[in-house]
């Protein structure tokens, strides 16, 4: 690919200034229409460069095929990201920044006194002479997963610009309301196509995540006894004074998001409301070991027993909701997904940064509904904030990467 011309850049600058922010509060879908916007603009570019059975839907996804190139049988493999951006920062007006030959000093944005130092951002320094992209300190950039959504699009303009590249057919797919949990809500497998797949939705050039935590949501409700509280004295038990103590014996220096790190679990409540007569608090159940939930699950049961046991009349219910779940108990049934990967990095020259994610993707959900979905790398750093940004570099090493790694399959089969 030395004498490429790689479009990723001009793609990501023109993407990321499309508003996609998704809302966690809507019931919708997409859950914000102007995610429609970036779908039919990529559903356009797509059918422009001559791919396949190209589609999009009223809920936001996009789909595509690039026929193979070989007449031997190669599983049709999906590269997936997702067009939204996070909920956290705002995506409104997003103004990227060019920054070229980058001498290594702290980047000043202009706008609201931020700026993005290597002290503590030192990846950084990796990219000394290259090219980095911000926004411009108001809003976040959109890294998240633009950069994932431009590196496949333009994986997808090197293979229809070389037919006679051998690849097996390229499933090209991208979703709605990632950032929200809702990223495969209503994706229509069947039209994907696929026997296995990736995300682009990773940080440093190298890394590779095959592992996310499993997730349920708690929900406690804690039933107090209401009284007038003028007569509250030997009547009324404060249900909301009730969920502090319950909280109150809930680890706090182990278990924590704030105590944790690795392949460390934790419980973590995330929203407290109510009245005096009956408070709910939620929790956040998350480890790499999906048994290891149900005995979260019991530390909180414990601590509302013991809690209400010694205010008589009170009770409490505890509700559990599976969010999500590791997709390695999946991917491990298909090793293939990551050794094919292992090599097209190591043919690149890059280094296989195998890390758990701790959080979820796309790609859990989509491993537990059949299609085993591992997670590459997009170069995107500091996300969900005013001072996401990434580098040009990795951008385009996520495109070599992806037209290696697909070789890799059609070369194996």
Not at 268 to 274: A, K, L, N, Q
Request: glycine share 8%.
């Amino acid at each position: 690919m030395n004498q490429y011309a790689f479009t990723v850049t001009e793609r990501f600058l023109r993407y990321v200034q499309i508003d996609t922010q998704s809302n966690p509060d809507s019931t919708e879908n997409p859950s914000t229409g102007k995610q429609l916007v970036l779908s039919e603009l990529l559903a356009k570019e797509l059918q422009q460069m001559g791919a396949s059975q190209v589609h999009t839907d009223a809920f936001g996804y996009v789909y595509a095929k690039i026929p193979a190139t070989v007449q031997h049988a190669v599983p049709t493999v999906a590269f997936c990201s997702h067009i939204d951006t996070a909920p956290d920062c705002s995506g409104t007006n997003v103004k990227p920044l060019v920054h070229r030959n980058y001498n290594g000093d702290t980047i000043n944005l202009p706008l609201e006194n931020q700026s993005i130092s290597p002290q503590k951002y030192p990846y950084l320094l990796q990219h000394i002479g290259g090219t980095i992209i911000t926004a411009s300190g108001d809003t976040l950039l959109g890294a998240d997963d633009k950069a994932g959504v431009a590196i496949i699009m333009d994986f997808a303009h090197y293979l229809l610009t070389h037919p006679h590249l051998p690849h097996g057919e390229v499933s090209i797919v991208f979703t709605p309301d990632e950032e929200v949990g809702r990223g495969t809500e209503k994706i229509d497998l069947n039209r994907v196509g696929a026997s296995y797949a990736y995300t682009l939705d990773g940080g440093e050039a190298g890394s590779f995540e095959d592992e996310t935590f499993s997730a349920n949501m708690a929900t406690l409700t804690i039933h107090g006894i209401i009284a007038h509280p003028g007569q509250g004295k030997g009547n009324l038990v404060n249900a909301i004074k009730l969920v502090a103590e319950v909280l109150e014996l809930l680890p706090k220096k182990e278990l924590t998001p704030e105590t944790t790190e690795g392949r460390e679990g934790f419980i973590h409540p995330t929203h407290i409301g109510g009245l005096a007569e009956a408070a709910t608090v939620s929790f956040l159940l998350r480890d790499f070991d999906t048994k290891a939930l149900a005995t979260y699950k019991e530390m909180i049961e414990k601590a509302a027993q013991t809690v209400t046991n010694l205010y008589p009349g009170t009770s409490y219910t505890l509700t559990v909701q599976e969010q999500y779940r590791n997709m390695r108990e999946i991917i491990d049934l298909h090793p293939q997904i990551v050794n094919f990967a292992k090599t097209a990095y190591q043919k690149l020259q890059l280094p296989f940064i195998h890390t758990p994610i701790r959080g979820g993707t796309d790609g859990s959900k989509l491993s537990w509904m059949g299609l085993p979905t591992a997670n590459l790398f997009t170069g995107m750093q500091a996300i969900h904030s005013r001072h996401e940004w990434v580098a040009v570099k990795d951008m385009e090493l996520s495109v070599q990467m992806l037209v290696q790694l697909i070789q890799e399959w059609a070369a194996a089969n």
